[in-house]
């Protein structure tokens, strides 16, 4: 929740939509991982003090994988007006060139990627900052202030708790 307030307060967010993936069809979650309506219960429990945040099950409502290039097409729809950011981490930005449609996702959002500023990592995300951005895509790079661990590093702490 500490990265979806900077990503609201430094990307000068109205409304930030928090949407979990059905089936995320870039990793395999471990046996025992929350379902996919128990994330979504937990993202709204989290989120909650968080005025712009809004929680969305329009992912949950399709089935099969969860690309992201046809929830942008369904929020393109919904609102027609609004210019969408797609704020991913540098794991999933670094990869980006691998995703269903990712040119089509360049041409239709701003992408936003937080950062940790890791060691190496600066240079491989500006990097490819460059090249996104010289194929047309705005992509916005924001250093993410928050405590660095990963989703798999904090569900082994709730394993052993």
Partial sequence: MEAA???VSLLHLSKLLLIPD????HKVLPENSPTPEQRLQMLSIAAADIPQVEISSLELQREGP????LTVEALKQQYPEAQLVLIMGTDMFLSFDNWKN???LMENVTIAVLYRGQKGEQAAIRE???TF?????QVELVQNQVTAISSTDLRRMLAFE
């Avoid at 059905?22 to 069809?25: E, H, L, M, Q, V």
């Fill in 5 to 7: 307030q900077q990503a």
């Fill in 133 to 137: 951005c010289a194929m047309g895509a």
């Fill in 128 to 130: 490819k900052q460059e």
């Fill in 66 to 69: 969860s690309y992201t290039y």
């Fill in 102 to 104: 990712w040119k089509w």
């Fill in 22 to 25: 059905r089936i995320a069809p």
